[in-house]
């Protein structure tokens, strides 16, 4: 008995020591820090940087769910997560698509289809500033400068400050831009695995290339699908950088992410800000979770 | 097998000790002991070009006073203090505190008081007898609850009109306007020749020229009460002076850029003015090498003649600095006159003192100097640059105005505005 459970020791010991490090690493800069951060938002600390210990239950949140602010700027982090992945998969599905169709030089593309992603938010979002200014004149930049220089001036768009609720749609374009050579990748490597005899098999049958598309390569790309879907939404919820190197402040274009950092670090609210950042976190553990649970499934399966 | 299983366990120990170690050797680090190291770490988010050198300027009087101390330039660019303000907010939640750091003069520092991170320096005020070398509408902005915490190093004015007068007479205009309706009647010949009157940018540079509109509708007295609640920000005046600045926006281009592209339409005659802080005039002579009065003029914002509507950048003394001594020595080499001397025409503001070396001073900052020291010059204090409203107001009035900015509701901004005092008082 004894020497049994001392040679399953042995057996899960030296694992678990090696991985004790990045587990305590983990439990503590994430794990604890989430912990903390909703108590935090449990607490009035605010207008101090003394932290406040006064427990003021879901206050926080009833605020928040009851704030214009945090409603437009919720309505505004939808539109820019529809927007942003529906392009950002449409260009990418096209892009691999036409990659797998076998072009010559298809490393090449590849290359300047992912560079994009390989540039930080701010660097894009710097250069898409400037793109999508709309000032009128001289002082025209960008794309509404190239319209107006192929005649097509009609065109003219006012892109992220419109005055309609879907200006943050415009923020979506940079960041589609950015991601969608990464969607590229990832449906092309799921293209890539499907046996090519299924396809042989479907011919010999007599199915025509959109009914292959349709009947067999589809069900087989659900999975990459998923994993696409779940990896732009959470770097949608989460997206900071691009939105304030293009527009810093403007409340057109205000997501929650945002304004948790205002409110937080210039506005001293810091039990409001822990609060924004747990709902943030719940989001994305709502998209996630699911997600997981899939895969375990699957793995399982096999 | 049995070896290099003994030895994936070392290595195992060995990397959970490493991770447990820098949380022992945390200790004793961030709290605040005083040494007898002679050095004093500075912090300040003066890196930029103009700032940068009056830094320097500073920094080497200093040590020709105070020889043989090291000085640490702990500077964070960006964003006018934003960036640093988190840099800053990290290091005094760890009580490990700068020997002195830069704020924007006034109410700014409420937040920093409250929490018991500042130092009460009336005694350097009464020592070095600054009470009577700075104005007193100053000083009274300055003081908080009875007691001063920081020294000021340079006064800018935010109510300012920047405009381009070769264009400005080129449109037919003879002079700018006096009023803000005048600008508004103005925008109507402007908008004629296909030119905005008014160049805009992103959010911040809307409020300060939302705080000069209220300031030359409203007069000083009702502007002052504004911020201390005996103007009631849901009365008449105020809505009517709100809903002017709507029109004033209506009529203008309004970017997403910050302050200098959005000045550079004035000079390139998309727009016909621009209401900045007089940090331009040092950007348009500077790196843009304009001449004053020619390439480029200057006159008080519509309304606001013979005012000064003031911020100011300023040290203090942190609780718990390490160098105290040094800290004290670097806020006397801030208020000397010699200090503020070297600094203010290299940084393109006005000393504090009223008894600086006016030679030094020229262009634009001769014509300041002239107003700041003039007696009959009322100052008051800027909202946006931290001078009359605390941290957690400001921040919800900029919310507050994100809204109204999409709405265009005054009645429900001013509302608004009003219950935000009431809660962050």
Known sequence: MRRRSRRRMRNWLPGFLLVLPSLLAIGVFVYYFIGWNVAVSLTDWRGSLKPSDTFVGLANYRQLLADETFHNDSIHLVIFTGFFMAGALALGIFMALLLDKGVRGEGVYRAIFLFPMAISFIATGIIWRWLLNSDSGASTTGINKLTEAAGLGFLHSEWHKTDSSFAVAAIALPAGWALSGYIMALFLAGLRGIPEELREAARVDGASELRIYWHVIRPMLLPVLLSAVVILAHISLKTFDLIYAIDPGGPRTETPALYMWQTTFRGTFFARGASIATMLFIAIVLVITPYIWYTMRQERKK | ?425
Not at chain 2, 242 to 259: C, E, H, M, P, R
Not at chain 2, 372 to 379: C, G, H, L, M
């Open chain 2, 1 to 425: 097998m049995q070896i290099r299983r003994r030895q994936l366990l070392g290595a195992g120990l060995g990397a959970s000790a490493l991770i447990a170690l820098p949380g022992c050797s945390d200790q004793g680090g961030g709290s605040g002991t005083p040494s007898t190291e002679k050095k004093v770490e500075v912090f300040s988010w003066w890196s930029g070009p103009g700032e940068g050198e009056g830094l320097a300027a500073l920094i080497e009087d200093f040590k020709k006073q105070n020889p043989g101390v090291e000085f640490i330039n702990a500077a964070v660019a960006g964003g006018s203090g934003t960036q640093a303000r988190q840099v800053l907010t990290t290091r005094l939640l760890n009580n490990d505190p700068p020997d002195s750091y830069q704020l924007h003069a006034g109410q700014e520092a409420a937040s920093d008081i409250k929490a018991d991170k500042l130092e009460d320096i009336t005694y350097l005020y009464e020592a070095g007898g600054w009470k009577s070398q700075f104005p007193k509408g100053l000083l009274d902005k300055l003081t908080i609850d009875g007691k001063i915490y920081a020294v000021p190093v340079n006064i800018h004015r935010s109510n300012l009109l920047f405009f381009n007068p070769k264009k400005l007479s080129g449109w037919g205009i003879s002079g700018p306007p006096q009023t803000w309706s005048d600008l508004l009647a103005q925008s109507k010949t402007l908008a004629g020749k296909g030119v905005k009157v008014l160049s805009v940018g992103t959010t911040w540079t809307q409020m300060h020229l939302m705080e000069n509109v209220l300031l030359g509708e409203l007069g000083t007295a009702k502007y002052n009460g504004l911020w201390d609640g005996s103007t009631d920000w849901n009365g008449d005046e105020v809505i009517k002076a709100l809903d002017t600045f709507k029109q004033i926006l209506a009529a203008s281009v309004v970017g997403t850029d910050d302050w200098q592209p959005t000045i550079d339409k004035v000079i390139a005659g998309t727009a016909a003015y621009n209401v900045m802080g007089d940090w331009a005039a040092g950007y348009l002579q500077g790196p843009k090498a304009l001449k004053y009065k020619t390439d480029y003029d200057v006159v008080a914002s519509p309304g606001s003649t013979g005012v000064y509507n003031f911020l100011a950048d300023s040290f203090t003394l942190p609780k718990n600095a390490k160098h105290k001594e040094f800290a004290e020595a670097w806020l006397k080499e801030c208020a000397s006159a010699s200090g503020q001397d070297l600094f203010n025409p290299l940084k393109g503001s006005v000393p504090a003192r009223l008894d600086s070396d006016k030679s030094k001073y020229k262009d634009y900052l001769a014509w300041a100097l002239q107003e700041w020291q003039n007696t009959s010059t009322v100052v008051v204090g800027s909202l946006v640059h931290g001078v009359v409203a605390n941290n957690a107001w400001k921040s919800e009035i900029e919310r507050a105005y994100g809204l109204f900015f999409t709405d265009k509701d005054s009645k429900k901004f001013a509302g608004a505005v009003k219950a935000a005092y009431a809660a962050n008082k």
